[in-house]
């Protein structure tokens, strides 16, 4: 499926997007083709939205996953029923992590060091060259954000930013940013949806398609 023009034929107004969303799969292409993972932020909705993507790469979302032949019958050797049993239901996963997740590092760090740090503390700490920070602002101007892209690009992730028309301080910080054209937050985090969805869907077509 050209998931690309099935996009653009659901949502028009995303044409002048399209180079930026095709820059970003080939950066996430690339990551995990080299073994990489992706790291995803946003505060409120787009906080919800970091967690969906995950949910997308780190499971089936619109193909089968299977395990290797290989590697099915290695867990039925091991463990007998149970190796059946866990290898005829794990899935493929593309790496993720949702840095919105971790409750306990979040607000431990907001009170003892910087709640604009909350997400950049993090990429330092998950971030290695070549691995993708997926940046989610729908004002482009949420400091926490644009110090988790600044450290990003400091340490050698590649950067992609989701935001809305104007991009608010993000672009100078992202190898690409998908500026969706609205105004308001609502708008804006309509369009990102199908565009995240695409994104995961061609990376699962092209990783896991037989």
Known sequence: MDHMNVLIERYPDLLPCIQDIRDAYQFLFD???NGGKVLVCGNGGSASDSEHIVGELMKGFSLKRPLPPDLQEKFK???GEDGVFIAERLQGGLPAISLVSQI???????????ADLIFAQQVYA???PGDVLIA???SGRAKNIITALQVAKIVGLRTVGLTARDGGEMPPYCDTAIRVPAHSTASAQERHLPIYHTLCAMLEEAFFST
């Not at 306990?104 to 910087?114: G, P, R």
């Open 126 to 128: 998950y971030g290695k």
């Open 104 to 114: 306990s590092l979040l607000t431990a760090f907001a009170n003892d060091v910087s």
């Open 136 to 138: 989610i602002s729908t």
């Open 77 to 79: 050797q091991a463990y």
């Open 31 to 33: 990551c995990y083709q």
